[in-house]
Each structure stands twice: as structure tokens, then as C-alpha cells.
Nanobody, 126 residues
Framework: QVQMVESGGGLVQTGGSLLLSCSAS????????MGWFRQAPGKEREAVAV????????RYADSVRGRFTISRDDAKSTLTLQMNSLTPEDTAVYYC???????????????????WGQGTQVTVSS
């Protein structure tokens, strides 16, 4: 059964850090492009960072580049997002997601991803 489960969200002050983890089952990390996305209240879901299946290429949204780092541990089937220097604008529900098709491109387009976790809330207070 294919499943993705996020953890690590919470409440943090401006300037703080959080580490999000996504435990994936039924997914071959070596052939699957996956990433982190977020959705703030009243806004569309957007890509934050994506990791190409080969593990050789990552992409970041302009708003998080230099502050967030996406990584993965193939042996543990875990995708992580280290978030530093958080601001209230980072407040959102964060989702991990994957493309069901193998060898997918590192797209920042949300519709390209069709396997989703349930999300974890991140709230940054000012």
C-alpha cells in the first residue's frame, strides 16, 4: 500500500527552525520524484522543494531558497525538509507528495504529483 505520512510540524517563533519528516511506504525512492508542498489559508497549494528521483537534482521555490533544505534517506524511506529562519509567511499546512509515474521530472507543478500525505501544520508566530 502506497502511503506518505508527515510529522514534525508545530508552533515556532519567527527566526526559528523546524524539521519536517515524511515516512513513505510502497514507494521506490530510486525511481520516484517527490517533494514538499504547502497551502496557506485562502491560497493555492504550492511547491516548496522537490527532489528528482535520481537524487541528483533539487528545486526550491524562490521564497524558501537559502532557508529550506530538502533531503532524503533512501534506506529509511524518509523525505525531510529542514526549515530555518522561519517567518509568519511560512505558516501553512505542509504536505509531502510523490509522482506515481517513474522517472518523473523535478516539476514544481502541483498537478504532477498524485500521491499525497495528510499534511502537517506549521505555524510561525511573530
Amino acid at each position: 500500500q502506497v502511503q506518505m505520512v508527515e510529522s514534525g510540524g508545530g508552533l515556532v517563533q519567527t527566526g526559528g527552525s523546524l524539521l519536517l519528516s515524511c515516512s513513505a511506504s510502497g514507494i521506490d525512492f530510486g525511481t520516484t520524484t517527490m517533494g514538499w508542498f504547502r497551502q496557506a489559508p485562502g491560497k493555492e497549494r504550492e511547491a516548496v522543494a522537490v527532489f528528482r528521483y535520481a537524487g541528483d537534482f533539487t528545486r526550491y521555490a524562490d521564497s524558501v531558497r537559502g532557508r529550506f533544505t530538502i533531503s532524503r534517506d533512501d534506506a529509511k524511506s524518509t523525505l525531510t525538509l529542514q526549515m530555518n529562519s522561519l517567518t509568519p509567511e511560512d505558516t501553512a499546512v505542509y504536505y509531502c507528495a510523490a509522482q506515481s509515474s517513474k522517472y518523473g521530472i523535478a516539476s514544481m507543478r502541483t498537478p504532477m504529483y498524485d500521491i499525497w500525505g495528510q499534511g502537517t501544520q506549521v505555524t510561525v508566530s511573530s
